[in-house]
């Protein structure tokens, strides 16, 4: 079946976009528009789809112009990102946020993508910060997106502001724990600043993987890469060193604060053994007199006449200073 015949409506489609740089113009198609309607004349297309609709993976399997591993990276679920060039083509998987309603989250989405110099397909499971942006810069200023490859570097970039907008988040979240941590008034800050270092290794993982997939990318075959995308993968990679020299600087910056967390806390914990050990030392010596006086056994000394309760209080005290005084002379006190 010819997908560019197709008069059926397309499924999980999110928008469609015509984009003709050279026009100024993007324009978007009605949500009834069927597969004959995609491929535009002149510019290019760019295609978001919803992965809930079960039927995405048999459009994609129908539609011309992709090789079999770009089709595949775009129906896939796996959680991890990816990156490939072959013939002309780039795909793969893009790491983002996640977008609720009106705001983005701190959770962790997955774009994937394949794209030509005609078109650009983009499909999701939950909606995604970055594209939303980008939506808006294409209906805003048509004329910057000249390509396929462009709206590409933009999506990326847009990736990285948003860590860059989150690192700003954390280092607030971190300053105010820190106050707190170097306050006179000691108090576990550790429940706090759990979940941050959780989000801060996240993000240093996936920029790593990304980093990594790009440089890789962008040692591929002169032959199999598509025309700017050299270019691209440079600027992009330069962008993402940044974000993720910020990002290892906030994660080393909330290691230490965590081992200073633990220092502190062991400190006053020592400080509290310290304390009931030396109250062992004062309370033993009397509890040994007492446990002689109190020992069910005749003719102890003191036992007898008025004067013995007097005698065991004067040796309980006397203990005490004579543990003072062996504590004293070992330094411990």
């Given at each position: 079946?010819?997908?560019?015949?197709s008069?059926?409506?397309?499924?999980?489609?999110?928008?469609?976009?015509?984009?003709?740089?050279?026009?100024?113009?993007?324009?978007?198609?009605p949500?009834?528009?069927s597969?004959?309607?995609?491929?535009?004349?002149?510019?290019?297309?760019?295609?978001?789809?919803?992965?809930?609709?079960?039927?995405?993976?048999?459009?994609i399997?129908?539609?011309?112009g992709?090789?079999e591993?770009a089709?595949a990276?775009?129906?896939?679920?796996?959680h991890?990102a990816?990156?490939?060039?072959?013939?002309?083509?780039?795909?793969?998987?893009?790491?983002?946020?996640q977008?609720?309603?009106?705001?983005a989250?701190?959770?962790?989405?997955?774009?994937?993508?394949a794209?030509?110099?005609?078109?650009?397909?983009?499909?999701?499971?939950?909606p995604?910060?970055?594209?939303?942006?980008?939506?808006?810069a294409?209906?805003?200023?048509?004329?910057?997106?000249?390509?396929?490859?462009?709206v590409?570097?933009?999506?990326?970039a847009?990736?990285?502001r948003?860590?860059?907008a989150?690192?700003?988040?954390?280092?607030?979240?971190?300053?105010r724990?820190?106050?707190?941590?170097?306050?006179?008034?000691?108090?576990?800050?550790?429940?706090?600043l759990?979940?941050?270092?959780?989000?801060?290794?996240?993000?240093h993982?996936?920029?790593r993987?990304?980093?990594?997939?790009?440089?890789?990318?962008?040692?591929?075959?002169?032959d199999?890469?598509?025309?700017?995308?050299?270019?691209?993968?440079?600027?992009?990679i330069?962008r993402?060193?940044?974000?993720?020299h910020?990002?290892?600087?906030?994660?080393e910056?909330?290691?230490?604060?965590?081992?200073?967390i633990?220092?502190k806390l062991s400190?006053?914990?020592?400080?509290?053994?310290?304390i009931?050990?030396?109250?062992?030392?004062?309370?033993?010596?009397?509890?040994l007199?007492?446990?002689?006086?109190?020992?069910?056994?005749?003719?102890?000394?003191?036992?007898?006449g008025p004067?013995?309760?007097?005698?065991?209080?004067?040796?309980?005290?006397?203990?005490?200073l004579?543990?003072?005084?062996?504590?004293?002379?070992?330094?411990?006190?």
């Amino acid at each position: 079946m010819d997908i560019l015949r197709s008069t059926t409506p397309i499924p999980g489609l999110v928008w469609a976009y015509h984009i003709d740089a050279r026009r100024q113009s993007a324009t978007r198609l009605p949500m009834e528009a069927s597969a004959a309607d995609l491929m535009p004349a002149e510019g290019f297309l760019w295609l978001h789809l919803n992965l809930a609709d079960t039927r995405v993976p048999a459009f994609i399997e129908q539609f011309e112009g992709l090789v079999e591993a770009a089709r595949a990276a775009l129906i896939n679920h796996e959680h991890h990102a990816a990156l490939s060039v072959d013939e002309q083509l780039i795909y793969g998987t893009l790491v983002d946020f996640q977008r609720e309603f009106a705001a983005a989250t701190r959770d962790i989405g997955w774009l994937h993508f394949a794209l030509s110099d005609r078109f650009i397909i983009t499909t999701r499971l939950q909606p995604i910060r970055s594209v939303d942006l980008l939506r808006v810069a294409i209906e805003k200023n048509p004329a910057k997106f000249a390509s396929p490859m462009q709206v590409y570097e933009v999506l990326v970039a847009e990736f990285q502001r948003g860590i860059m907008a989150l690192v700003l988040e954390l280092m607030d979240e971190i300053n105010r724990i820190e106050d707190v941590v170097y306050d006179a008034d000691m108090r576990d800050e550790r429940t706090q600043l759990a979940p941050l270092r959780r989000i801060i290794v996240r993000l240093h993982r996936h920029l790593r993987g990304m980093l990594s997939m790009m440089r890789r990318a962008n040692a591929a075959d002169e032959d199999e890469m598509p025309v700017g995308f050299e270019d691209v993968s440079g600027r992009l990679i330069n962008r993402l060193e940044a974000a993720d020299h910020d990002v290892y600087a906030l994660h080393e910056r909330a290691r230490l604060l965590h081992e200073e967390i633990d220092s502190k806390l062991s400190s006053e914990t020592n400080r509290h053994l310290y304390i009931l050990s030396l109250m062992t030392a004062f309370l033993l010596p009397p509890s040994l007199v007492t446990g002689f006086f109190g020992m069910n056994t005749s003719h102890l000394p003191f036992t007898s006449g008025p004067e013995g309760s007097a005698y065991a209080i004067a040796f309980i005290i006397g203990s005490i200073l004579l543990a003072w005084f062996i504590l004293k002379r070992a330094r411990i006190l």
